[in-house]
């Protein structure tokens, strides 16, 4: 003990020496104390002081009884390393006062010891993080979670110590039984770097960052899969499986259950032993995938349907799987459909055209409502008519009911009320006959700065409540328009009045509501469940029923558009009048006597002095007054056109009018009763955006520029033997214009040849009328079938009647689109060396336009170009309709290379362009100096694309030709094309003459 005592004093030492004996027991325990500070002596006599100051710490914490596993452990350190020794001196005493319960303290330095033979700073950082370990794994863990960390250290001391480091938030996320199961995970990212030496920096990442993702993965079960999943992705893509880990907590939280989560996960595993990217697109689409699925009884055999076609497609192909997975392809989304729970909008929209189109007797496209995004969060989808009115716009997806027969039918019901704003001139009201009212509404409120009225919308702001006075008229314009529909149409009363029925049933009742809410919203269950269906407030009563007498002239055929703004104005007089005269507290006894009468789902909770404006039911449809007033929109029959036809009745109904039409019996009965009191749901984003992909790409919306027009095309991956579906974006613009010089000069420098082909179009104009012999009527006699006619009856023959002529008019019927390849590569130099490839192109359209100019054929000539799918670029040099040569030239002048050339997706929208014109010979002119080449298109996939457009081409009754220039176009032209339809020019200073006859060899 001479050391103790050089460093405590004899006191000192006397008294530490009575207090091990004391602690230990035995005079031998001492001795060994004092040989373990001999051997720390040894090692350093700094690190045996440094042991013996700590001594009185342990002395002060109780825990001398332990001092002899604590030396032991210091020792094996001080062998390693003296600052580590010391550290580990300094800090011990506190941290095993730390370990509760006080038994398992000698047990963890029993455990330390262990592991000081394997590696002693593993043993070190093992006791300092037993504390908090504790608090997460119970004590009979420690010894393996202290065996992992020293297997780890074997590898390297840094994975050991991190693991070590790791362990408290570890075990509070995982069993131990699943801990080897991560750390295999994580060996699975060591990488080689650049020298070919070990790199375990990935899984020291992996090590400190994963806990607190797996954290937040709810559920045990779920999290065991995310590790199974994860380390069969990390067998074939490291890098795939720290992007899955990252993303996994966001993505499962979106799925409906853990039982959902567990076998999302375990289909991954089965997927991603076979590719990793496929799995990934899996899991990223799956919570879209359950969300169009649905919650029905058999949910999981419709998944498991489309999961198995995926794994069909993997058989042949990883990367058809892989985009079928993330639902790029037709076969992905045909799959989807037939798994989901609702009805598409896409499999009825063309009988809802038709239906609407009987009804209103105008031309109307229904096309899908926008998805929602994320910051707008879930609100009510509801339909609504363009500015136009030439536009239906409904949901992509409705999933209201159980069935889809009864979700086709809510769609009917929606397109008839849709249809019936057009029918019955809702949208073509103007503002003219309103002027009387728009001056009186001036002069009743006055004040203010005077702004011109152009609209139903700027009306309203005149008013002090503007959405009082819209709420008015949205529920009388709704339910004029629906009592002219079962008016009209008696076999759309029932379905009409159970959905009626519905709405009124299934509302959130939100109380503090002041009493024109209450009134409006008694008003709008008048006019959807019909008088005697709901309770009202007595303090009320006498104001709705007045407002209900003043409703009563708008069941008439005769009411119009304008009838309905006048009454809203009525009422919203009237309802000043009459509430001005209630007492305050006749109005909190109408809000305690409200249960029935429940507010529209967008009613405010809390009471204020501001009108809160309500929200319709979601069958009809979301009317905007800004865009009334203007005179658009309006059908031919309320406009008083008689021409508009004969309209369909759907069947035969019984009762007019709103009281009638409540007692009707519904046809969508069936399934109502498992459908309960559910609302109408709303997909969110991820549901209708792959269900509306599969809709045939849509051109520019109302109020859209020229310069904006956006259209997406499917494209042809001849790998995956599919299409990617809206995989390219072509933006259509008009061409840049300059002087004309250019075309100035052409028409010069081939003036003889563009008089002579002038002349020769010219002559193939057809005469306006030709004379067709041998008709049983006409203009004039046929002299020779008249003859023929009385020698066979002289004859005794049976004599034949065709014995005049007819003149029929005769035209060219032709529409050609001719495509201008503007990519890079036509900015080089021809054989002459003075132009370029884009200069002889420009040439030869500028000849072309002289000819098709005398001819009197409809064209149009596109340029393209573009770099990569979302940025295709078709520029309009010259539309169909337009008639000015003059700018056409400009635009030819100032054309130039641009970037590169997606030909599928040019072909496809010229395609697009040509179905729209009527005309019995259609012709795509196609001229390139080469392959198709863009980012991600080069090779067999443009080219098997490019033979796809075409092909779609030929379907559509149009005929592709191409021009090309390119020498060595011959192989691969004939795959694209085929034998006949394409023209190689050797000497290309010959286009321009060779353009204008090879046209006419194709259209005659």
Not at 594 to 601: K, R, V, W
Not at 917 to 925: D, G, I, M
Not at 947 to 972: N, S, W
Request: proline share 5%.
């Amino acid at each position: 003990m001479t050391q103790v005592a050089e460093r405590l004093g004899a006191a000192g030492a006397a008294t530490m020496v009575a207090e091990l004996r004391g602690a230990l027991g035995t005079d031998e325990s001492v001795a060994t104390v004092c040989e373990l500070l001999g051997e720390l002596s040894v090692a350093s006599v700094k690190v045996a002081h440094g042991a013996i100051d700590a001594l009185q710490e342990l002395r002060r914490h109780g825990q001398l009884d332990l001092v002899i596993p604590w030396l032991d452990l210091g020792v094996m350190v001080a062998g390693v390393s003296g600052a580590a020794a010391m550290k580990y001196f300094r800090e011990s005493p506190l941290r095993l006062s730390l370990i509760e319960p006080a038994p398992v303290r000698g047990r963890a330095l029993a455990l330390g010891v262990e592991l000081a033979a394997g590696d002693p700073h593993v043993a070190v950082e093992f006791l300092r993080t037993i504390p908090e370990l504790l608090a997460a794994a119970p004590a009979d863990e420690l010894a393996a979670w202290g065996t992992i960390g020293l297997e780890l250290s074997r590898w390297d001391d840094v994975l050991g110590i991190e693991f070590i480091h790791q362990s408290p938030a570890l075990a509070r996320v995982i069993p131990l039984n699943l801990v080897r199961d991560w750390v295999a995970f994580g060996m699975k990212l060591v990488t080689q770097n650049t020298l070919g030496k070990t790199d375990y920096l990935a899984t020291l990442e992996f090590f400190r960052t994963s806990p607190g993702m797996l954290g937040d993965v709810e559920g045990a079960e779920a999290r065991r899969q995310v590790i199974a999943f994860g380390s069969v992705l990390a067998d074939r893509e490291p890098r795939a499986a720290i992007a899955f880990l990252a993303d996994a907590p966001a993505l499962l939280r979106r799925l409906p259950s853990e039982a959902w989560r567990v076998k999302m996960l375990q289909y991954g595993a089965l997927l991603a032993e076979r590719d990793a990217h496929a799995a990934l697109a899996y899991l990223g689409r799956g919570p879209e995938i359950l969300g169009v699925i649905g919650e029905a009884a058999d949910a999981a055999q419709r998944f498991e349907d489309w999961f198995r076609g995926g794994m069909e497609v993997l058989a042949y192909s990883a990367e058809g799987a892989r985009a079928y997975f993330a639902l790029e392809t037709r076969k992905a989304l045909a799959s989807l459909e037939d798994a989901m729970s609702g009805m598409p909008l896409r499999w009825v929209a063309r009988s809802l055209k038709l239906f609407a189109e009987g009804l209103c007797g105008r031309d109307v496209a229904i096309a899908a409502l926008p998805a929602n995004t994320e910051a707008e969060g879930p609100r009510p989808v509801r339909a609504s008519v363009s500015q136009d009115g030439q536009v239906i716009r409904l949901p992509a997806l409705l999933r209201r009911y159980p069935t889809r027969e009864q979700n086709a039918r809510l769609y009917l019901l929606m397109t008839a009320h849709e249809a019936g704003h057009l029918e019955f001139g809702t949208y073509s009201l103007t503002l003219d006959p309103l002027r009387d009212l728009i001056a009186a509404v001036r002069e009743r409120y006055g004040g203010g700065e005077v702004v011109e009225v152009r609209s139903l919308g700027a009306l309203f702001e005149l008013y002090p409540k503007p959405a009082l006075m819209r709420d008015l008229w949205t529920v009388l314009e709704d339910a004029r328009v629906e009592w002219r529909l079962q008016h009209e149409y008696p076999g759309l009363t029932r379905d009409l009045a159970e959905l009626a029925r519905e709405a009124a049933t299934t509302r959130s009742l939100l109380h503090g509501m002041s009493v024109r809410e209450l009134v409006l919203d008694a008003l709008l269950l008048l006019t959807t469940a019909g008088p005697g269906t709901f309770r009202i407030p007595e303090a009320i009563a006498g104001v709705v029923d007045q407002v209900w007498a003043l409703c009563r002239p708008l069941w008439t055929p005769h009411a119009t558009a304008e009838d309905v703004v006048r009454l809203a104005d009525r009422i919203y007089v009237t309802l000043d009048t009459m509430i001005t005269s209630l007492h305050a507290e006749t109005e909190q006894s109408a809000q305690r006597e409200s249960g029935d009468l429940g507010a529209g789902p967008q009613a405010a909770e809390e009471m204020s002095g501001d009108y809160r404006p309500i929200t319709n039911w979601s069958y009809r449809g979301d009317m905007n007054p800004a865009l009334v007033g203007h005179g658009g929109g309006g059908s031919d029959r309320e406009r008083g056109d008689e021409a508009a036809g004969d309209r369909p009745t759907l069947r035969e109904g019984d009762s007019v009018g709103f009281d009638a039409a409540r007692t009707s019996r519904p046809t969508l009965r069936h399934g109502m009763a498992a459908a309960g009191q559910a609302v109408a749901q709303t997909p969110g984003a991820g549901v209708e955006r792959p269900v509306a992909a599969l809709d045939e790409p849509q051109g520019p919306g109302p109020g859209e520029r020229l310069s904006e027009r956006e259209f997406f095309y499917d494209e042809w991956d001849g790998t995956i033997q599919d299409y990617r579906s809206g995989w390219c974006r072509v933006v259509e613009q008009p061409a840049p214009e300059s002087g004309d010089d250019f075309a100035q000069a052409t028409l010069a420098a081939h003036a003889p040849a563009v008089r002579l082909l002038r002349r020769y179009f010219e002559n193939l104009r057809p005469p306006g009328m030709r004379r067709v012999q041998g008709q049983a009527d006409g203009e004039e006699v046929d002299l020779d079938a008249a003859v023929r006619r009385w020698a066979d009856r002289a004859a005794g023959a049976e004599p034949g009647d065709r014995i005049y002529v007819r003149r029929e008019k005769r035209e060219r019927d032709v529409a050609a689109v001719f495509l201008v390849d503007l990519s890079g590569s036509t900015s080089r130099q021809i054989e002459s060396g003075e132009r370029r490839v884009i200069d002889v192109e420009k040439e030869g359209v500028v000849v072309l336009c002289q000819a098709l100019e005398a001819i009197g054929d409809q064209y149009a000539v596109y340029g393209y170009s573009g770099q990569g799918r979302r940025a295709v670029d078709c520029i309009v040099i010259k539309d169909f309709d337009e008639r000015s040569p003059a700018r056409a030239a400009r635009r030819i002048s100032a054309l130039g290379p641009r970037h590169q050339n997606r030909d599928g997706a040019a072909i496809r929208h010229a395609v697009r362009r040509l179905q729209a014109r009527s005309a019995k010979v259609k012709l795509l002119v196609l001229m390139s100096d080469g392959k198709p080449l863009d980012d991600g298109y080069a090779e067999e996939y443009s080219l098997e694309d490019t033979k796809m457009a075409l092909r779609e081409a030929c379907m559509a009754g149009i005929h592709p030709f191409c021009i090309t220039v390119d020498k060595q176009a011959d192989d691969y032209l004939r795959r694209m094309y085929g034998e006949v339809r394409f023209l190689v020019i050797d000497r290309i200073a010959a286009l321009p003459e060779r353009l204008p006859r090879m046209y006419q060899r194709l259209t005659t």
